[in-house]
């Protein structure tokens, strides 16, 4: 699925909870704590789904190089495992 859409099906997933929520608490007396519970609930699930949707947008890998360039860099770089003498 297009990330857009996973996007914009989600964010209205959790606009809906709230709105119903919003208007279902209107039936009974303790409006005030269901409002506040059903709007946290959804902003907070949410907010947890929007970082954990947005870091895997741009996830944090490393380099990609040749076994060349790889081994060029462990045998010339000082704190490399396998070169214990100084260059001359």
């Known amino acids: 699925m297009d990330k857009l859409v996973v996007f914009g099906a989600i964010t209205l997933f959790w606009l809906l909870f709230a709105v119903v929520g919003y208007l279902i608490s209107c039936r009974y ?26 870091m895997q947008m741009n996830p944090m890998i490393g380099p990609r190089a040749s076994q060349k360039i790889i081994f060029g860099m462990m045998s010339y770089w000082p704190n490399s495992y396998i070169h214990d003498d100084p260059d001359p």
């Open 29 to 54: 007396e303790e409006r005030g704590v269901i409002r506040c519970c059903t709007i946290l609930t959804a902003v907070c699930c949410y907010m947890a789904w929007l970082v954990t949707f947005l």
